[in-house]
């Protein structure tokens, strides 16, 4: 199945056919495993072709879903956090392959922003074999032999050490660990000089971060751009103006409500491409390592087919 195919309009396709699985069985607390072997009995019971590419390494599971693709997989299901959802996208993203996603992980940032059931496999099966095809944006970057994909937030700087040193903690789990990443980095965090464009308007600033949103939501639940709309063309684009230590840590919790927007040295920007410049700064995406600055960034409408729980008023 080539890439960049037509995906078919939002609405109730037919049911999975052949699905290739792929299982992240460290994902929620270890709950994974079990989940994914619930998923592959549910969906052979519904009597879906299941072809289980889960593998011990990351190159080799892309490597078995993708000629499962190639054999005629109509639908790629992960199962698994955000982490899961992130390979999926950059697996299906242009394609006319179908992404199920069984949320299963710690912050399921993509599932709770799309209304997929969360640590519910058998709603999340049902919704596999019979959902609504909904179509959702993608955000798409240039890089050395061809392009990565994300569904959620791109963010580059606090928010990526951050994520980089809570990827090396053991303990504590959960939303805990980020928050303990979070104080150890900031003591020593100095705000970046970056230049940020959106769609030609060029923004010289020195901010503590840069984000762009395609959802509204990461880190398990930090509303950074609550307004994102993963179906209007356009990203949320959240730049954090340099900003005193103190006052950080005392605006932070309201990212969980999304109150931060309202702070003066919040600036939220809208725009279908976006090119960030910086020396020595990290990125993340989806909560996982991402490409260094300077990137590209353009929004692709529709880029995903995702299969999503009916809306309200019944078919399109």
């Given at each position: 199945?080539?890439?960049?195919?037509?995906?078919?309009?939002?609405?109730?396709?037919?049911a999975?056919?052949?699905v290739?699985v792929?299982?992240?069985?460290t994902s929620?607390?270890g709950?994974?495993?079990?989940v994914?072997?619930?998923?592959l009995?549910l969906l052979?019971?519904?009597?879906?072709?299941?072809?289980?590419a889960?593998?011990?390494?990351v190159?080799?599971?892309?490597?078995?879903?993708?000629?499962?693709?190639?054999?005629?997989a109509d639908t790629?299901?992960?199962?698994?956090?955000?982490?899961?959802?992130?390979f999926?996208?950059?697996?299906?993203?242009?394609?006319a392959?179908?992404?199920?996603?069984?949320?299963?992980g710690?912050?399921?940032?993509?599932?709770?922003?799309?209304?997929?059931?969360?640590?519910?496999?058998?709603?999340?099966?049902?919704?596999?074999?019979?959902?609504?095809?909904?179509?959702?944006?993608?955000?798409?970057?240039?890089?050395a032999g061809?392009?990565?994909?994300?569904?959620?937030?791109?963010?580059?700087?606090?928010?990526?050490?951050?994520?980089?040193?809570?990827?090396?903690?053991?303990w504590?789990?959960?939303?805990?660990?980020y928050?303990?990443?979070?104080?150890?980095?900031?003591?020593?965090?100095?705000?970046?000089?970056y230049v940020?464009?959106?769609?030609?308007?060029?923004?010289?600033?020195?901010?503590?971060?840069?984000?762009v949103?395609?959802?509204?939501?990461?880190?398990g639940?930090?509303?950074?751009?609550?307004d994102?709309?993963?179906?209007?063309?356009?990203?949320?684009?959240l730049?954090l103006?340099?900003?005193?230590?103190l006052?950080?840590?005392?605006v932070?919790?309201?990212?969980?409500?999304?109150?931060?927007?309202g702070?003066?040295?919040?600036?939220?920007?809208?725009?279908?491409?976006?090119?960030?410049?910086?020396?020595g700064?990290?990125?993340?995406?989806?909560?996982?390592?991402?490409?260094?600055?300077?990137?590209?960034v353009?929004?692709?409408?529709?880029?995903?087919t995702?299969?999503?729980?009916?809306?309200s008023?019944g078919?399109?």
């Open positions: 199945m080539s890439e960049e195919a037509p995906a078919p309009p939002d609405g109730v396709g037919p999975a056919q052949h290739a792929v299982v992240n069985p929620g607390k709950a994974g495993r079990s994914g072997l619930r998923v009995e052979r019971e519904a009597g879906a072709r299941v072809t289980d889960s593998a011990d390494s190159a080799t599971a892309r490597a078995r879903a993708e000629a499962a693709i190639e054999a005629g790629l299901c992960v199962v698994g956090g955000d982490g899961m959802a992130h999926g996208i950059n697996l299906t993203a242009g394609r392959v179908h992404l199920g996603i069984v949320a299963a710690t912050g399921n940032d993509f599932a709770r922003n799309l209304g997929l059931p969360v640590r519910d496999p058998d709603a999340a099966v049902r919704i596999v074999r019979h959902g609504h095809t909904r179509r959702v944006d993608a955000g798409r970057v240039a890089v061809g392009k990565r994909w994300f569904g959620g937030v791109l963010g580059a700087g606090f928010d990526a050490v951050v994520a980089a040193r809570a990827e090396r903690m053991r504590p789990r959960g939303q805990l660990r928050n303990l990443a979070i104080l150890r980095e900031l003591p020593f965090f100095r705000p970046i000089p940020v464009e959106c769609d030609g308007e060029r923004i010289q600033t020195r901010a503590m971060l840069v984000a949103a395609n959802t509204g939501s990461f880190g639940g930090m509303r950074i751009c609550p994102a709309d993963p179906t209007d063309g356009l990203f949320d684009v730049i103006h340099d900003i005193p230590t006052e950080f840590l005392r932070f919790p309201t990212v969980y409500s999304g109150r931060h927007v702070h003066p040295r919040v600036e939220i920007r809208r725009a279908a491409r976006v090119r960030l410049e910086a020396v700064v990290p990125s993340q995406a989806d909560g996982e390592p991402f490409e260094p600055l300077p990137l590209e353009e929004n692709v409408p529709g880029a995903l995702v299969l999503a729980p009916q809306p008023g078919p399109r």
